[in-house]
């Protein structure tokens, strides 16, 4: 398996425009999680999906950030306008649920680093 | 309120010593606590985790970890570092909150330099 894709790996635009960036989670898994890394904050659990459904977006900075999951294999993380604030590296996980712990363990991708100017 | 801390920020260690990474945690119910290490410029990879039954679980790479319900800790054991092993550590307990949801609680992380 390809593990989780995320594109781009690398991101620089200007302050105010509109950034989006995509995750493919491994094939099977029915949660998604998006994530946000900083030095300040550190992990930041932002959204998740589970069968292509939002459960919790409560970690959703404010309304300039959007997820969505048109289906199993693909999501996306829009940021609209992007401020320099929103630089981070963004993670995309997916996990599949299983008995007892295993539904927990969540696979990562690469990363997006975004860098807003 | 569930937590997890991971008291050191950084840990140093020459390489051929074993190495320990601290981490103990707060739930109201059984924890499920994992480990995730975070080499430069990658995503999280899974290590470890306690579910259940024995007290010392063993991961990837070597790395073992002891579950200590009176101490309320999950430290994070090599008995011998490598250079390689340099990266970023982080442990994670289960969400216990509302619903069955499937979200980690995560330490911010303890950076683990091994020296050659």
């Known amino acids: 398996d390809a593990g989780v894709i995320q594109s781009p790996r690398h991101e620089v635009t200007e302050m105010g425009q509109e950034v989006t960036l995509r995750c493919k989670p491994i094939?099977?898994?029915?949660?998604l999680f998006w994530y946000r890394q900083t030095m300040m904050r550190g992990l930041e659990l932002l959204i998740y999906?589970?069968?292509?459904?939002?459960?919790?977006d409560s970690g959703m900075p404010e309304d300039r950030f959007s997820a969505k999951m048109p289906n199993a294999s693909f999501s996306t993380l829009k940021i609209q306008p992007s401020e320099p604030r929103d630089s981070a590296v963004y993670f995309c996980?997916?996990?599949?649920?299983?008995?007892?712990?295993?539904?927990?363990?969540?696979?990562f991708g690469p990363g997006t680093r975004l860098t807003v100017t | 309120a569930q937590s997890v801390a991971q008291p050191e920020d950084q840990v140093n260690v020459a390489e051929g010593n074993p190495l320990t990474v601290k981490c103990t945690y707060s739930?109201?119910?059984?924890?499920?606590l994992f480990w995730y290490v975070q080499y430069p410029n990658r995503g999280l990879q899974f290590l470890l985790k306690?579910?259940?039954?024995d007290n010392l679980v063993k991961g990837s790479y070597g790395f073992e970890a002891e579950f200590n319900k009176s101490q309320t800790s999950f430290h994070l054991k090599k008995p011998s570092a490598l250079v390689s092993d340099s990266a970023l550590y982080f442990c994670?307990?289960?969400?216990?909150?509302?619903?069955?949801?499937?979200?980690?609680?995560w330490g911010l992380g303890t950076s683990l330099a091994v020296n050659p």
């Open positions: 996980a997916s996990s599949i649920l299983g008995l007892a712990g295993s539904s927990y363990e969540q696979y």
């Open positions: 094939s099977g898994h029915d949660y």
């Open positions: 999906f589970n069968n292509n459904v939002p459960i919790d």
């Open positions: 739930v109201s119910g059984n924890p499920y």
């Open positions: 306690y579910i259940t039954g």
């Open positions: 994670a307990v289960r969400d216990l909150g509302a619903g069955n949801n499937r979200k980690l609680i």
